[in-house]
C-alpha cells in the first residue's frame, strides 16, 4: 500500500442507500472507476457524496441486471465490466444534473425584469391593442398583419393580393390610420 500511499481511495459500501446488494464483481469494478467517476461527477454536479451515491445506485442497477439476465455459475453476460458501467454512470449523472435546479441570483432577475421584451402585462397589452385595431380591420387587412407577423416581406404579400410591394404596404398603413381614427388612439 506504499505505493498506493499518494492516492486517496475510498471504498464503496456493498449496498446502495435504497438497500440494494451489489455483486461483488460489480463492486470491484466501481471502485476501479470510482476516481474517474468522482472527476467527472464533481464537475458537473459538484457534491462527492451525490456522485458516490449515484455510483453505488448505478452499481446496485448493473448487479441486478447481471443476476436476472445471467444463470448462476456462467460468466458475466458483460464483455466489458468498467465500461458498461462508467457508461450507465454517465447515464445516471446527466439525469441528475437535467433534474437538478438552476439557481437565479435576484440581480439576474432584476436585469431581467427591465427588458422590454421581458414584461408579461405590457406583452399581454400590446396583444390586446392590436387584436382590437385589427377586429375593426377587413380580412385583407388582417391577412397582411398575419404575413407580416410571420416573417413575409412586403413583395410576397403584395404577390398574394397581385399588388406591389409599395402598394401592398401602403394599403395597410392606410387601415390602420383608419382603425386608429375610429379607436381615437
Known sequence: MAAEGSRNFFRLNAVDRRGRKI???????????????????????????????????????VSMVIKTKDPPGDPLPIRDLRHYLFRAFLRQ?????????????LTEVAKLANQP??????????????????????????????RRMHGF????????YDLSAHAAESRFSHALRQARKRLKI
Open 153 to 160: 416581406t412586403w413583395e410576397e404579400i403584395g404577390r398574394a
Open 93 to 105: 449523472i446527466d439525469h441528475l444534473k437535467r433534474k437538478e435546479l438552476a439557481a437565479v441570483g
Open 117 to 146: 421584451w421581458a414584461n408579461p402585462f405590457e406583452q399581454f397589452e400590446h396583444k390586446l391593442l392590436l387584436d382590437e385595431c385589427l377586429a375593426i380591420c377587413d380580412s385583407v387587412t388582417q391577412d397582411m398583419a398575419s
Open 23 to 61: 455483486d461483488p464483481a460489480v463492486l470491484e469494478a466501481a471502485e476501479a472507476i470510482y476516481s474517474r467517476a468522482l472527476d467527472h461527477g464533481v464537475r458537473l454536479l459538484g457534491d462527492p457524496a451525490v456522485v458516490t451515491t449515484a455510483l453505488e445506485e448505478v452499481a446496485a442497477t
